[in-house]
């Protein structure tokens, strides 16, 4: 009899073991589904909206044959149009053509749909500029950027407080600048719709 209360003892410990190890398993599962819930909300201006507008403005430059002058991509920092100079400003200057109108429009009307910061920093090639406007390459690319943004504002009622306006000059060139095209892919202005998630190391 002591032999068998033993071992019923032991059966009743055992069971209560294992009940009381699925409650923590069921706890942690329960952990596990709440972070992965948390995970899949997507907020305003998230990543999945960035992939529509890469989508929107890729099959713009198609429709258009704009493909050589503008290019579109998905980075870490968010969406990135790469537009050179001749699709925005006669070389040496910083007023925005008519004929980059249309797209800007287009842009425009995609920004409105979305909260992002977006940041337009202007480039150059390593020619020396000197003149009354633009003593340097760091006026000239910063005006070329302050011009885009200007046109974004004023003609399509963006809110300025989203964008910021960089001129780098030459001091990022994507080429060397040792050819007459390398030096034209370096004249460009470039517009970031930033990824809320990414972050600046």
């Known amino acids: 009899m002591v032999t068998f209360s033993d071992m019923v003892t032991l059966i009743l410990v055992f069971f209560i073991l294992l009940f009381s190890m699925s409650q923590i398993d069921k706890g942690k599962f329960e952990s596990i589904v709440d972070s992965f819930q948390g995970a899949s909300i997507i907020p305003d201006g998230s990543t999945s909206d960035l992939d529509v507008v890469l989508k929107d403005v890729k099959a713009y430059l198609k429709e258009h044959d704009m493909e050589d002058a503008i290019k579109a991509e998905r980075t870490d920092r968010g969406v990135v149009l790469v537009l050179q100079e001749q699709a925005l400003f006669e070389t040496g200057d910083a007023e925005v053509l008519d004929s980059a109108f249309p797209f800007l429009d287009m842009v425009a009307g995609l920004?409105?749909?979305?909260?992002?910061?977006?940041?337009?920093?202007?480039?150059?090639?390593?020619?020396?500029?000197?003149?009354?406007?633009?003593?340097?390459?760091?006026?000239?690319?910063?005006?070329?950027?302050s011009s885009v943004i200007r046109y974004l504002v004023n003609e399509n009622g963006l809110d300025p407080e989203r964008f910021i306006a960089i001129g780098y000059g030459d001091t990022m060139p994507v080429e060397p600048n040792d050819s007459d095209a390398h030096m034209q892919k370096n004249r460009r202005v470039e517009i970031i719709v930033t990824d809320p998630a990414y972050k600046e190391k």
């Open 111 to 145: 920004l409105e749909e979305l909260p992002n910061k977006v940041d337009v920093e202007g480039h150059t090639d390593n020619r020396p500029i000197s003149t009354y406007r633009y003593p340097s390459n760091w006026e000239l690319s910063t005006a070329r950027a």
